[in-house]
């Protein structure tokens, strides 16, 4: 059964920093890219963060470059993200997603929340 599970979400004031881990399991994780992607209220969901399946290459969206550190450890089938600097617009739901174009498979995390407030 595939699952990923993210956690490390919570509230953090202006400039503050959280760290982002997602747990996965029940697929070959090191043969996947991973990512990082938000949905803010009444917003579309939006790619945050890119990292291949051995670590490279890495990409960000425009708005967390420089702020956010996308990393991986394939032994512990673990995706972090990292996220300094925070800001009240990144407030969002953070979702993790497993992807492999050559086997067509997608997965999901369930997500979690990110809440930047003074």
């Known amino acids: 059964q595939v699952q990923l599970v993210e956690s490390g979400g919570g509230l953090v004031q202006p400039g503050g920093s959280l760290r982002l881990s997602c747990a996965a399991s029940?697929?070959?994780?090191?043969?996947?890219?991973m990512r990082w992607y938000r949905q803010a209220p009444g917003k579309e969901r939006e790619f945050v963060a890119t990292i291949g399946s051995v670590g490279s290459p890495t990409n960000y969206a425009d708005s967390v470059k420089g702020r956010f550190t996308i990393s991986r450890d394939n032994g512990r089938n673990t995706v972090y993200l990292q996220m300094n600097s925070l800001k009240p617009e990144d407030t969002a739901v953070y979702y993790c997603?497993?992807?492999?174009?050559?086997?067509?498979?997608?997965?999901w995390g369930q997500g979690t929340q990110v809440s930047v407030s003074s």
């Open positions: 997603n497993a992807w492999n174009a050559g086997y067509g498979m997608n997965y």
């Open positions: 029940g697929f070959t994780f090191s043969r996947y890219t």
